[in-house]
């Protein structure tokens, strides 16, 4: 009868534990890393060899030191005898496999068997995590304010330092969940083998979040020692974050205030300011297209703008952003005048951008004309200024307006608004509705590129031929030809009110 004591730890912790990282199982319990085995370590005990007597406490791990030749039969005995006298699992030196008979013993007495390159270690490490909690966590404590203490850079820097420390995945949350710093895709969710412990870190701003890490369940010691270290490391983490934030916020107001110099001033920008955008890699002596995003004043665009910037870099959209007000302004520029092809791409990356912000950010995007010099710069920014706020209200554009495109889309708009027009639209369209793949969307998006199947993709972030098959569906319910100029029209005018109305 086992006597009070620590509370057992199963041998699937024990295994998934980084200080038996070189442990394998050899015959007995298949497995024993799954949630539902029900093998549990209650003590440890190492003897000298095969021929040691195994009896002692009931439910112990039996580490054998000295190595010994697998074909011995001493072995069998030793698991027979280990069996009967009710130990957990019985851990040999070295990587040799179990004999067929041998293997064959242990599973029929429902004995794991184990290797291990140093058994003696391997023991030691199971009886510190049963026996010494207070010392493991101290040791992990100290450990990870030396981590923090020592480790330069970043906030990326000291997570990966305490992965390192602690041996387990560590991730940094940030408010949503997302992962800011860590292996993806982050931290497991529903599993019964791991848990996962949460510290929340940094001042109340929208850099806080929380600091993560991984730790196998069963071994109180373990996570006890984790969750002491994730407290100590959160102040740490908060602190560099803090500076993270202070460097963020200094560059864009040096951002900030030199584009304002640009914007704002009506004669040329003097010498130091454009020895100031020269540092800044700015161009101004160039063809610039203007854009503008407007985001709700929740969103914080300092701490956004790398979300603008990957979906910028998606859609090979290469453009300078800046934080202005609640959202930001952009600007494409070229060497020389661009002809219309190239500005059309410039277009198509755009609608591309936006679509890809729009799945995380409540967003709208304007575009301006091109002009040129540090006056047409301003210039193309107003533009893009007025197309965003037309924008908000646009959402079958998918808050998507080109200053370029304003004119007839005003007036087509305007016509499709009335109540006449909109009753015969929808009895037009109506076979599309209810069908696979959002045919109407897609085929105004189609119309709206001018036929551009690459457009057309990239704006609703499908595949070309995706689009030629929808496109194909389209007219054949329809029963229309999109070649004929008349009712490429009407149903142009047709998909944008069904769409307005929506």
């Given amino acids: 009868m086992r006597g009070p004591g620590p509370p057992p730890v199963p041998l699937r912790a024990l295994l998934a534990h980084p200080d038996w990282a070189g442990v394998s199982v050899l015959a007995g319990d298949a497995d024993a890393l799954s949630a539902a085995a029900s093998v549990a370590v209650h003590d440890v005990r190492t003897i000298s060899d095969l021929r040691a007597d195994p009896s002692g406490p009931p439910g112990a791990l039996l580490a054998v030191a000295l190595s010994g030749d697998r074909e011995d039969w001493h072995l069998d005995v030793l698991l027979r005898r280990a069996s009967a006298a009710d130990v957990a699992a019985v851990m040999l030196p070295g990587p040799q496999p179990l004999r067929t008979a041998s293997r064959l013993l242990a599973d029929r007495v429902g004995l794991t068997v184990l290797s291990a390159g140093d058994p003696l270690a391997t023991a030691l490490a199971?009886?510190?995590?049963?026996?010494?909690?207070?010392?493991?966590?101290?040791?992990?404590?100290?450990?990870?304010?030396?981590?923090?203490?020592?480790?330069?850079?970043?906030?990326?820097?000291?997570?990966?330092?305490?992965?390192?420390?602690?041996?387990?995945?560590?991730?940094?949350?940030?408010?949503?969940?997302?992962?800011?710093?860590?292996?993806?895709?982050?931290?497991?969710?529903?599993?019964?083998?791991?848990?996962?412990?949460?510290?929340?870190?940094?001042?109340?701003?929208?850099?806080s979040g929380y600091l993560a890490a991984a730790v196998p369940t069963g071994i109180p010691a373990e996570l006890t020692a984790v969750t002491a270290g994730l407290a100590v490391a959160a102040g740490a983490v908060g602190?560099?974050?803090?500076?993270?934030?202070?460097?963020?916020?200094?560059?864009?107001?040096?951002?900030?205030?030199?584009?304002?110099?640009?914007?704002?001033?009506?004669?040329?920008?003097?010498?130091?300011?454009?020895?100031?955008?020269?540092?800044?890699?700015?161009?101004?002596?160039?063809?610039?297209?203007?854009?503008?995003?407007?985001?709700?004043?929740?969103?914080?665009?300092?701490?956004?703008?790398?979300?603008?910037?990957?979906?910028?870099?998606?859609?090979?959209?290469?453009?300078?952003?800046?934080?202005?007000?609640?959202?930001?302004?952009?600007?494409?520029?070229?060497?020389?005048?661009?002809?219309?092809?190239?500005?059309?791409?410039?277009?198509?990356?755009?609608?591309?951008?936006?679509?890809?912000?729009?799945?995380?950010?409540?967003?709208?995007?304007?575009?301006?004309?091109?002009?040129?010099?540090?006056?047409?710069?301003?210039?193309?920014?107003?533009?893009?200024?007025?197309?965003?706020?037309?924008?908000?209200?646009?959402?079958?554009?998918?808050?998507?307006?080109?200053?370029?495109?304003?004119?007839?889309?005003?007036?087509?708009?305007?016509?499709?608004?009335?109540?006449?027009?909109?009753?015969?639209a929808r009895s037009m369209l109506e076979p599309l509705r209810d069908q696979p793949g959002d045919l109407l969307t897609t085929l105004t998006a189609y119309l709206d590129a001018e036929s551009s199947l690459t457009e057309t993709a990239a704006v609703l972030g499908v595949h070309r031929n995706t689009v030629t098959a929808r496109i194909s569906?389209?007219?054949?319910?329809?029963?229309?030809?999109?070649t004929d100029p008349d009712e490429r029209l009407a149903l142009h005018l047709a998909c944008r009110s069904v769409l307005f109305h929506t």
């Fill in 473 to 482: 569906r389209a007219q054949e319910l329809l029963g229309m030809e999109l």
């Fill in 126 to 207: 199971a009886t510190r995590l049963l026996r010494e909690s207070e010392q493991v966590v101290a040791e992990l404590v100290t450990r990870t304010a030396t981590a923090c203490a020592s480790v330069t850079g970043g906030v990326d820097e000291l997570v990966a330092e305490l992965a390192r420390v602690w041996r387990r995945p560590v991730w940094l949350l940030d408010g949503r969940g997302e992962v800011a710093s860590g292996p993806e895709p982050g931290p497991p969710t529903g599993s019964s083998t791991v848990t996962v412990l949460r510290r929340a870190v940094g001042p109340k701003w929208p850099l």
């Fill in 239 to 424: 602190q560099r974050m803090a500076e993270k934030r202070l460097a963020l916020e200094r560059d864009a107001r040096l951002r900030m205030s030199l584009l304002a110099e640009l914007v704002q001033t009506a004669a040329e920008p003097d010498a130091a300011t454009r020895r100031r955008a020269l540092d800044a890699g700015w161009q101004l002596e160039g063809w610039h297209v203007g854009i503008r995003i407007d985001v709700p004043g929740t969103v914080d665009p300092v701490t956004t703008r790398p979300e603008v910037l990957r979906a910028f870099h998606t859609a090979h959209l290469r453009a300078f952003v800046v934080e202005q007000g609640s959202g930001w302004g952009a600007w494409s520029t070229f060497p020389e005048e661009p002809p219309p092809e190239q500005l059309q791409r410039h277009a198509t990356a755009a609608r591309r951008a936006q679509w890809l912000l729009r799945s995380s950010l409540p967003s709208a995007m304007g575009v301006g004309r091109v002009h040129r010099g540090a006056a047409g710069l301003a210039r193309t920014l107003g533009e893009a200024g007025d197309a965003a706020r037309l924008a908000g209200a646009r959402s079958a554009s998918g808050h998507f307006v080109h200053v370029d495109r304003l004119g007839l889309g005003q007036l087509l708009l305007g016509w499709t608004r009335t109540d006449t027009f909109l009753p015969a």
